[in-house]
């Protein structure tokens, strides 16, 4: 059974970082790529950043610049580095990869606010 736990979500001040973990299990970490996405209330689900099982990351236009992907492949883990956070990265954030289907984790809320 393919499972990712998120986590790292918190009330953050703008111009402030946060770091999110996803947990992988289930999965041959090493040959999956994961992505993040990320949900804000009314709106639809958009894509924020992705890498490859060799480590080649590509992100959405509205976080390149400030934000990193990154894996850890002895712990199967994934990180979201989040910095120069602005009002309009709230969200809740989702880690993503696909097995036999997609697979996302439960999500984790980012909320930046003063």
């Known amino acids: 059974q393919v499972q990712l736990v998120e986590s ?3 009330l953050v001040q703008p111009g402030g970082s946060l770091r999110l973990s996803c947990a992988a ?14 949900q804000a209330p009314g709106k639809q689900r ?3 950043a992705a890498i490859t099982n060799n480590g080649f990351a590509n992100y ?12 850890d492949n002895t712990s199967n883990t994934v ?21 036999f289907g997609a ?12």
């Open 60 to 71: 959405g236009d509205p976080v390149k610049g400030r934000f990193t992907i990154s894996r």
């Open 25 to 38: 299990s289930g999965i041959i970490f090493s040959r999956n790529a994961m992505s993040w996405h990320r």
């Open 79 to 99: 990180y979201l580095q989040m910095n120069n956070l602005k009002p309009e990265d709230t969200a809740i954030y989702y880690c993503y990869t696909y097995k």
């Open 8 to 10: 790292g979500g918190d």
């Open 103 to 114: 697979v996302w984790g439960q999500g984790t809320q980012v909320t930046v606010s003063s």
């Open 46 to 48: 958009e894509f924020v």
